[in-house]
């Protein structure tokens, strides 16, 4: 495979503030024949601008083009693969996108009285009972904002329930080492206390570990399934049992929901409480910091404590319900992320039944392929996973001196995004990769080939991979100050960037 040149060079287009010409305008308005008063009489002196505005002044096509150049200017899934493992990266079908901007949808005000808005309440009733049947739970609450905060939620639901009981000193919450980053933050900022459990050499939770752990100070586990690593817990079922015995609840982080739907249940397998990650399983667009979704939904026994209010069926039609005694309170303003909501139902009602499974297998198989192709290249020590594997790269550092870090700067020059590398920490050099299934063999072909030939680079001319990304708008940037001093402003040349 050959690299496709590069149009033209990094950093020489102008931006829509250098094409600006004073007097330049992209719309012409028609002079309103309403007698207008001047601004100062409507507004206070001291609140008006003693200049105007340094807006570009460019006509409508150059807006157009200024866009559009600034949306190649970083990848994203539109564009091709994003196999950024345990996001879920998957293609975003459009009709999702006209579903949620019905002027009836995005119109809407919160305030907006129930009987005025029963379609929409509607709508979260049956997303809701939908959540519920594909995770085998008994009731749910749509107001997370993020898979994060569904966690929040679930922990804070373990706290509640606890309580009412008069265990209020279950404290600890059990999490593998191979765990989201998520769940140890979690359970720190609910005021509980993390113990962590060792995996086993394949990669699955230790069940002996577990066993030394549980106590009457144990509030619960907090375990994906498929884990992390891509790799089933097959021993779930016991699991379940040893926590539910030790007076502990079973918590799915159910980002991994994309391996399983239609074909396994979450309360099946003896979970208390899941999360669903929607942007994710239920495709709306992320990874830009953009609003998600993360319901939650629990077995009966928790039901009374979730959020309020919830949505409930009512004769004919739906009501809020604010008469919920045990509830944690709310967890969001008004009822959640209600765009995304609409998204996750669309996609959910268009694949019906049993595209909700054959979803999770094309997803696998999509993995297992990848898995095959790649593995004499970059080993997986903990074998091929469900819906995504996690290589590693210690064998290529070890002979190039390249690393996972550098493998995944030089995949941009091909045109994909980098998988998740350095993450989980119990692989070295980690490169965790997952394709969805809304990648085809050709496109998946299309990474494979880049990932060995980047391995080939490796071997013949390590500086190429080093020195990674060569075609990108910049370069290598300084990751922890681009996170600490985040600027993503126009600055005009001379101006100062403070302020
Ligand atoms: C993405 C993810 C989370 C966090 O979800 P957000 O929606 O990003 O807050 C938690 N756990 C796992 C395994 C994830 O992949």
């Known amino acids: 495979m ?52 340094r807006l570009p002044e460019v006509p409508e096509h150059e807006v157009v083009r200024h866009y559009t150049e600034i949306s190649l200017k970083n990848h994203h899934v539109d564009r091709a ?20 901007r019905l002027s009836g949808f995005a119109g809407l005000h919160p305030f907006t009285p129930v009987g005025a808005v029963q379609g929409a309440l509607g709508l979260m009733y049956e997303l809701g009972q939908l959540l519920v049947e594909i995770a085998g739970m008994d009731a749910c609450s749509l107001q997370p904002a993020a898979g994060a905060q569904g966690e929040l939620t679930g922990v804070l639901l373990m706290r509640a329930y606890h309580q ?24 720190a900022l609910a005021g509980f206390e993390v113990v962590e459990l060792k995996s086993n050499e394949a990669g699955r939770l230790s069940v002996r570990a577990l066993r030394e752990a549980l106590d009457d100070r144990v509030a619960g586990l907090m375990l994906t399934n498929p884990n992390t690593l891509g ?14 015995q030790a007076g502990g609840l079973m918590y799915m982080d159910g980002a991994n929901l994309n391996a399983l739907t239609g074909v396994a249940r979450p309360g099946d397998m003896g979970y208390d409480i899941v999360h669903f990650n929607l942007h994710k399983t239920f495709s709306t667009p992320h990874g830009g910091g953009g609003p998600g979704a993360g319901p939650v939904a629990v077995r009966s026994h928790l039901e009374p404590f979730l959020p309020m209010p919830t949505v409930a069926a009512d004769g004919g039609g739906y009501v809020l319900d604010w008469d919920r005694p045990l509830s944690i309170g709310r ?36 993995n297992a392929y990848l898995s095959a192709r790649l593995e004499e290249r970059f080993p997986l020590p903990y074998g091929r996973g469900m819906h995504e594997s996690v290589f590693s790269g210690t064998e290529l550092k070890r002979r190039t001196g390249v690393k996972t870090l550098d493998v995944a700067k030089r995949l941009l020059d091909y045109g994909f995004h980098a998988p998740t590398v350095y993450f989980p920490l119990i692989v070295s050099e980690a490169l965790m990769t997952e394709p969805t299934e809304t990648e085809t063999k050709e496109e998946l072909d299309r990474y494979v080939e880049a990932l060995l030939s980047i391995a080939a680079e490796a071997e013949e001319d390590p500086e190429i991979v080093t020195a990674a990304p060569h075609v990108t708008p910049v370069r290598r ?7 600490r001093e985040l600027d993503v402003r126009w600055h005009f040349p001379g101006e100062p960037r403070e302020g």
């Open 231 to 244: 790799v089933f817990e097959s021993a779930i079922l016991e699991i379940s049992e040893l926590v539910h």
């Open 331 to 366: 967890v969001h303003g008004f009822y959640g992320n209600f765009g995304v909501l609409v998204r996750a139902y669309t996609f959910i009602r268009m694949l019906g039944r049993s595209g909700i499974r054959e979803m999770a297998e094309a997803a696998v198989l999509n």
């Open 81 to 100: 693969l994003y196999p950024l493992g345990s996001c879920t990266m998957k293609h975003n079908p459009k009709v999702n996108e006209q579903l949620a």
């Open 477 to 483: 940037l300084d990751e922890g100050r681009a996170g």
């Open 2 to 53: 050959s690299l496709v040149p590069f149009p033209f060079k990094s950093g020489t287009t102008p931006t829509i503030f250098e094409r600006s010409q004073p007097g330049r305008t992209g719309t012409a308005m028609t002079r309103p024949d309403v007698p207008t008063r001047p601004l100062p009489e409507l507004i206070p002196q001291r609140h008006l601008r003693a200049s105007p505005p």
């Open 164 to 187: 009412s009981r008069g265990e209020a000193g279950r404290r600890r919450v059990l999490i593998p080492d191979s765990a989201h980053g998520t769940n140890p933050a979690t359970v």
